[in-house]
């Protein structure tokens, strides 16, 4: 079965630092993988997805993804904040069979300060 | 192109009652998710429909049905409503179902607070 793990409920940049925000999963198949970002009161919005095609995937906002299969890992990364990024990323990956479920990670929470 | 839109946007619902959701995919896009996001127990899934079916499930009690139209919009119905039913509801669309080449798109929910 497909699992996600958020390796941190909260993290905390300046604006203008890097972002890491770190997920694993779990998966017996190739996975479809995504990242969302949710604003307060609003819906989900995709970020970015992973295809076979690149395991470096980039995204909206500056946002980039990396899956890297040996470590089961697909972390989320840009390269400076900015105040607007703050709001919750929830890693996902979707189960086979391409018409199922998605598996939500418990979502991570990222504030910037100026 | 329109976004997957919501109705009500905020509902306050008393113990025993029920309530109705609904949700408006975006134009073309025949199947529609629906998923629960408490503090609690973050997002979890609670069905699927395409083509007026559902195809998928998740754990939730019988209380929670849903069905589709011919013109792919949907309802949700929670009956009997408890206090722990309080929580963001989100609709989610998209061409063919959740994956890499068919991604989901969220509405931006129905907040229920049951009293």
């Known amino acids: 079965a497909q699992s996600v793990t958020q390796l941190d409920s909260h993290v905390s940049v300046s604006e203008g630092t890097p972002v890491l925000l770190r997920c694993n999963y779990s998966?017996?198949?190739?996975?479809?993988l995504f990242w969302y970002v949710q604003h307060p009161n609003k819906g989900l919005q995709l970020l970015l997805k992973?295809?076979?095609?690149?395991?470096l995937v980039k995204g909206i906002n500056g946002f980039e993804a990396e899956f890297k299969k040996s470590e089961t890992s697909f972390h989320l990364t840009k390269p400076s904040a900015h105040m607007s990024d703050a709001a919750e990323y929830f890693c996902?990956?979707?189960?086979?069979?391409?018409?199922?479920?998605?598996?939500f990670g418990a979502g991570t929470r990222l504030a910037v300060h100026p | 192109k329109a976004g997957v839109t919501q109705t009500p946007r905020y509902l306050i619902k008393t113990r025993g009652q029920q309530v109705t959701l609904s949700c408006s995919p975006i134009?073309?896009?025949?199947?529609v998710s629906w998923y629960q996001q408490t503090p609690g127990q973050g997002l979890q899934f609670l069905f699927e429909y395409f083509s007026e079916t559902q195809r998928n499930k998740g754990n939730f009690p019988g209380r929670f049905s849903g069905r589709q139209f011919s013109n792919s919009r949907s309802e949700m119905n929670v009956s009997t409503l408890e206090l722990g039913d309080s929580a963001l509801y989100l609709c989610?669309?998209?061409?063919?179902?959740?994956?890499?080449?068919?991604?989901?798109?969220f509405g931006n929910g129905t907040r229920l607070t049951v009293t």
């Open positions: 992973y295809t076979s095609a690149a395991t």
């Open positions: 998966s017996s198949y190739s996975p479809s």
């Open positions: 996902v990956v979707s189960e086979s069979g391409g018409y199922n479920k998605l598996i």
């Open positions: 134009s073309g896009h025949r199947s």
């Open positions: 989610a669309s998209s061409l063919r179902g959740a994956s890499y080449n068919s991604p989901l798109h």
